[in-house]
């Protein structure tokens, strides 16, 4: 199990800095989009496509959005 969560964290990482779903999927080991998506989805709590969303947002607009997650 610490090899999968170390492997997300790994692809977390990657779409936090803007690299592709797809790019990630070959950089982080993942057979295709639907094991990468389950793995995050348990072990980080969001979907590929929502932490690529959050790094193409400026930092304010994280912020706002987060506010309402987090106080």
Same mark, same amino acid.
């Given at each position: 199990?610490?090899?999968?969560?170390?492997?997300?964290?790994?692809?977390?990482? @990657?779409?936090?800095?803007? *690299?592709?779903?797809?790019?990630?999927? @070959?950089?982080?080991?993942?057979?295709?989009?639907?094991?990468?998506?389950?793995? %995050?989805?348990?072990?980080?709590?969001?979907?590929?496509? /929502? %932490?690529?969303?959050?790094?193409? @947002?400026?930092?304010?607009? *994280?912020?706002? /959005?987060?506010?309402?997650?987090?106080?």
């Amino acid at each position: 199990m610490a090899r999968q969560i170390e492997r997300a964290r790994s692809a977390t990482l @990657l779409l936090q800095q803007g *690299v592709s779903i797809p790019d990630t999927i @070959l950089e982080a080991g993942y057979y295709d989009q639907p094991h990468l998506t389950r793995s %995050l989805t348990r072990f980080i709590g969001q979907t590929p496509a /929502e %932490l690529l969303h959050h790094s193409r @947002l400026p930092h304010s607009a *994280v912020h706002r /959005e987060r506010k309402d997650i987090w106080p």
